[in-house]
């Protein structure tokens, strides 16, 4: 993979399978031989997409899904089905002997009926609770190109995806890979979860951070923002819920615990664009394509992330589409938060930068800085920030702030936690000597 520069982006798309649960087959209810029940667990695991591992995770970003196939449809409801009709033959079995019991005792067969139930109540801070209260809020996102092209099978012409409401004016915040294939001169349409549906367009987008910014024509009166967490605060073990279309069945609610934070993700949508970098929160809530662009809420119901990636189970890089296994990735919200008001201001992002192009390839040894930059530029910009700070080509980053650097995405995905103008501590080894020094991040405006 050809260097990058630390603030910029590449692109390395992947995904995989998930099984079809409809094809498990479900233990005899009667009669015959019932084979054991569950069945054994499997002897091997499914290894990480990509070879993932180690702290730095290769995501998949969740690309626009296509309509439910009809066959999953059919079977789902033969599932159910057949599980009405073993609970029904069950029944009958008890309802039968509890009647022969009853036929040979002297007792009375009178059976009095229970007090009526109370009326069901869901207290504030119940699931069901709170995913009412943010589904008015929440919207399914359909992008069409502009190539007038209905497809929406997520190929490349179109999709669905998830946002929610940022503003009172009419603002929804989203993932830059769920609109960017409507973009220039497409079509952009969000539905809330009482059916109606308003155009929109986009207002700004910011492709390395992976957020977008919508705003609704002829927005309704009435729109009620998400309320926004603070990602900073969130603790590896907290409730979690996502709202999002997964496969297109929108106002789909999952929920789970957050499962790490300040995981370095690179993740592509596959179109061939740049790659999108993050220091993610981890979350095992179910996410799947269609949930893109989605929040990640907190247990009180307050933005904690917007749901943007997801490790695949395959071993490639394939274009198929991938589902759920249990690790999902969201935007910390504190970082997308600033973005968006970036977009909404100007309608271009600004990236924080340290001005040195480094090895995209190494993994586990730090971040190289590479001995040219691209198109044979110098590696380390003049009078940029890593030349003033003193750095220079084959230093080898190891530290950011204190925190470890193992690769080039991990340093970028840590660079872009920040402004422009912060001061960060970068660690770093030059001829096997261990150095520290202080450097004022630069900055680049646009995706260019």
């Known amino acids: 993979m050809p260097a990058t520069e630390a603030g910029a982006h590449g692109h390395s798309p992947q995904s995989g399978h998930a099984p079809d649960p409809a094809s498990e087959t479900p233990p005899a209810a009667y009669g015959g031989q019932t084979p054991p029940w569950p069945p054994s667990p499997p002897t091997t ?11 730095h995770t ?14 999953r449809t059919g079977g789902l409801v033969a599932a159910v089905l057949a599980a009405a009709l073993v609970a029904g033959g069950v029944g009958g079995g008890i309802g039968y002997w509890a009647a022969e019991r009853n036929d040979n005792s ?77 973009a220039d001169g497409g079509a952009l349409s969000a539905t809330f979860s009482d059916g109606k549906t308003y155009d929109a367009e986009v207002v700004g987008r910011a492709q390395g951070y992976d957020v977008a910014v919508l705003k609704l024509k002829n927005a309704p009166s009435g729109l009620k923002p998400l309320p926004l967490g603070n990602s900073d605060k969130v603790a590896v073990g907290d409730s979690t819920i996502a709202i999002g279309a997964p496969f297109g069945l929108s106002n789909t609610v999952t929920t789970g615990i957050i499962s790490a934070k300040n995981r370095p993700v690179a993740s592509g949508d596959g179109t061939g664009g740049r790659n999108s970098y993050m220091s993610a929160l981890q979350t095992d809530a179910s996410i799947n394509p269609g949930n893109s662009g989605g929040p990640l809420l907190d247990a009180r119901g307050a933005v904690i992330g917007i749901n943007s990636a997801i490790q695949s189970s395959g071993n490639g890089f394939g274009q198929s589409q991938a589902g759920s296994i249990g690790l999902g990735f969201a935007i910390p919200i504190n970082q997308a938060q600033t973005v968006a008001r970036q977009l909404i201001k100007t309608g271009e992002p600004v990236y924080a930068v340290i001005g040195a192009t480094v090895d995209m390839t190494g993994r586990d040894t730090g971040a190289r800085i590479a001995d040219r930059g691209a198109d044979g530029t110098p590696a380390v910009s003049p009078d940029g920030p890593a030349a003033k700070a003193g750095l220079k080509a084959g230093d080898v980053i190891t530290g950011f702030d204190g925190k470890p650097v193992d690769s080039g995405p991990t340093l970028i995905s840590e660079i872009w936690t920040h402004q422009p103008g912060d001061q960060v501590t970068l660690t770093y080894e030059r001829d096997g000597k261990e150095r520290k020094v202080t450097l004022t991040l630069g900055e680049r405006k646009g995706d260019s």
């Open 45 to 55: 695991l499914p290894s990480y997409g990509g070879g993932g591992g180690g702290d």
């Open 106 to 182: 002297a007792g009375t067969t009178t059976v009095s009926a229970a007090d009526s139930p109370r009326e069901l109540r869901r207290d504030p801070g119940t699931v069901a609770a709170v995913a009412n209260k943010a589904l008015p809020s929440v919207v399914t996102i359909e992008a069409k190109s502009g190539g007038g092209d209905d497809d929406l099978s997520g190929q490349g012409e179109g999709g669905t995806g998830t946002g929610f409401v940022y503003d009172k004016q009419g603002h929804i915040l989203t993932n830059n890979h769920v609109v960017a294939s409507a």
């Open 58 to 71: 290769w995501g998949a970003p969740l690309p626009p899904p296509p309509a439910p196939p009809r066959r």
